[in-house]
Nanobody
Framework: QVLLVESGGGLVQAGGSLRLSCVAS????????MGWFRQAPGKEREFVGS????????DYADSVKGRFTISRDNAKNTAYLQMDSLKPEDTAIYYC????????????????????WGRGTQVTVAS
Protein backbone atom coordinates (compact mmCIF):
# COMPACT_ATOMS: atom_id res chain seq x y z
CA GLN A 1 0.00 0.00 0.00
CA VAL A 2 1.44 3.34 -1.10
CA LEU A 3 1.96 5.71 1.79
CA LEU A 4 2.64 9.44 1.63
CA VAL A 5 3.50 11.31 4.80
CA GLU A 6 3.82 15.07 4.96
CA SER A 7 5.78 16.93 7.62
CA GLY A 8 7.27 20.33 8.30
CA GLY A 9 4.14 22.32 8.90
CA GLY A 10 3.72 24.70 11.79
CA LEU A 11 3.12 28.28 12.85
CA VAL A 12 5.17 31.03 11.23
CA GLN A 13 5.01 34.80 11.05
CA ALA A 14 4.11 36.52 7.82
CA GLY A 15 7.18 36.88 5.67
CA GLY A 16 8.73 33.75 7.09
CA SER A 17 9.57 30.42 5.51
CA LEU A 18 8.77 26.77 5.93
CA ARG A 19 9.85 23.66 4.09
CA LEU A 20 7.42 20.81 3.82
CA SER A 21 8.50 17.27 3.10
CA CYS A 22 6.55 14.40 1.65
CA VAL A 23 8.07 10.98 2.18
CA ALA A 24 6.74 8.16 0.05
CA SER A 25 6.93 4.45 0.73
CA UNK A 26 5.89 1.21 -0.93
CA UNK A 27 6.43 2.61 -4.42
CA UNK A 28 9.12 3.32 -6.98
CA UNK A 29 9.20 7.04 -6.30
CA UNK A 30 10.79 8.03 -9.61
CA UNK A 31 7.78 6.57 -11.44
CA UNK A 32 5.43 9.10 -9.85
CA UNK A 33 4.55 12.65 -10.74
CA MET A 34 4.09 14.61 -7.50
CA GLY A 35 1.67 17.36 -6.68
CA TRP A 36 1.06 19.68 -3.76
CA PHE A 37 -2.39 20.94 -2.88
CA ARG A 38 -3.81 22.93 0.00
CA GLN A 39 -7.14 23.45 1.67
CA ALA A 40 -7.92 26.55 3.69
CA PRO A 41 -10.76 26.62 6.24
CA GLY A 42 -14.11 26.84 4.49
CA LYS A 43 -12.58 26.53 1.03
CA GLU A 44 -12.09 23.78 -1.51
CA ARG A 45 -8.76 22.10 -1.93
CA GLU A 46 -6.65 23.87 -4.51
CA PHE A 47 -3.58 23.19 -6.60
CA VAL A 48 -0.28 24.59 -5.34
CA GLY A 49 2.29 23.02 -7.62
CA SER A 50 3.61 19.88 -9.25
CA UNK A 51 6.88 18.31 -10.26
CA UNK A 52 7.68 15.77 -12.95
CA UNK A 53 9.19 12.37 -12.31
CA UNK A 54 12.75 13.47 -12.94
CA UNK A 55 12.25 16.90 -11.41
CA UNK A 56 12.87 18.82 -14.60
CA UNK A 57 9.38 20.22 -15.00
CA UNK A 58 7.58 22.22 -12.34
CA ASP A 59 4.33 24.10 -12.38
CA TYR A 60 2.87 26.50 -9.85
CA ALA A 61 -0.39 28.19 -9.10
CA ASP A 62 -0.26 31.91 -9.78
CA SER A 63 -0.88 32.62 -6.11
CA VAL A 64 2.42 31.02 -5.08
CA LYS A 65 4.59 31.53 -8.13
CA GLY A 66 7.87 33.18 -7.21
CA ARG A 67 7.44 32.36 -3.52
CA PHE A 68 7.17 28.57 -3.43
CA THR A 69 9.59 26.03 -4.89
CA ILE A 70 8.97 22.33 -5.42
CA SER A 71 11.81 19.86 -5.59
CA ARG A 72 12.36 16.17 -5.14
CA ASP A 73 15.07 13.71 -4.19
CA ASN A 74 14.28 10.39 -5.80
CA ALA A 75 17.05 8.65 -3.88
CA LYS A 76 15.29 9.63 -0.64
CA ASN A 77 11.73 9.04 -1.91
CA THR A 78 10.96 12.60 -0.86
CA ALA A 79 9.32 15.63 -2.39
CA TYR A 80 9.71 19.11 -0.94
CA LEU A 81 7.75 22.32 -0.91
CA GLN A 82 9.88 25.31 0.05
CA MET A 83 7.61 28.18 1.02
CA ASP A 84 9.08 31.67 1.34
CA SER A 85 7.54 35.09 1.90
CA LEU A 86 4.56 33.43 3.51
CA LYS A 87 1.31 35.34 3.78
CA PRO A 88 -1.67 34.82 6.11
CA GLU A 89 -3.67 33.65 3.10
CA ASP A 90 -1.27 30.71 2.75
CA THR A 91 -2.75 29.27 5.94
CA ALA A 92 -4.11 25.83 5.06
CA ILE A 93 -3.61 22.13 5.34
CA TYR A 94 -1.05 21.12 2.74
CA TYR A 95 -1.27 17.77 1.01
CA CYS A 96 1.09 15.92 -1.28
CA UNK A 97 -0.21 13.60 -3.95
CA UNK A 98 1.28 11.08 -6.36
CA UNK A 99 0.32 9.88 -9.83
CA UNK A 100 1.88 7.04 -11.79
CA UNK A 101 -0.17 7.21 -14.99
CA UNK A 102 1.63 8.27 -18.12
CA UNK A 103 -1.35 8.24 -20.46
CA UNK A 104 -3.95 10.61 -19.12
CA UNK A 105 -5.45 13.83 -20.41
CA UNK A 106 -6.27 15.06 -16.93
CA UNK A 107 -4.22 18.06 -15.92
CA UNK A 108 -1.72 17.72 -13.10
CA UNK A 109 -3.46 20.74 -11.63
CA UNK A 110 -6.53 18.61 -11.02
CA UNK A 111 -7.10 16.52 -7.92
CA UNK A 112 -8.50 13.61 -9.88
CA UNK A 113 -5.17 13.19 -11.64
CA UNK A 114 -3.59 11.79 -8.51
CA UNK A 115 -3.93 8.24 -7.26
CA UNK A 116 -2.48 8.63 -3.80
CA TRP A 117 -2.71 11.30 -1.13
CA GLY A 118 -1.10 12.05 2.18
CA ARG A 119 -3.05 13.12 5.25
CA GLY A 120 -1.74 16.65 5.19
CA THR A 121 0.22 18.99 7.42
CA GLN A 122 -1.10 22.23 8.88
CA VAL A 123 0.55 25.52 7.98
CA THR A 124 -0.53 28.62 9.86
CA VAL A 125 0.80 32.04 8.95
CA ALA A 126 0.26 34.74 11.55
CA SER A 127 -0.06 38.36 10.52
Amino acid sequence: QVLLVESGGGLVQAGGSLRLSCVASELTFSDYYMGWFRQAPGKEREFVGSISRGGGITDYADSVKGRFTISRDNAKNTAYLQMDSLKPEDTAIYYCAADRRYASTISYRTESRYNYWGRGTQVTVAS
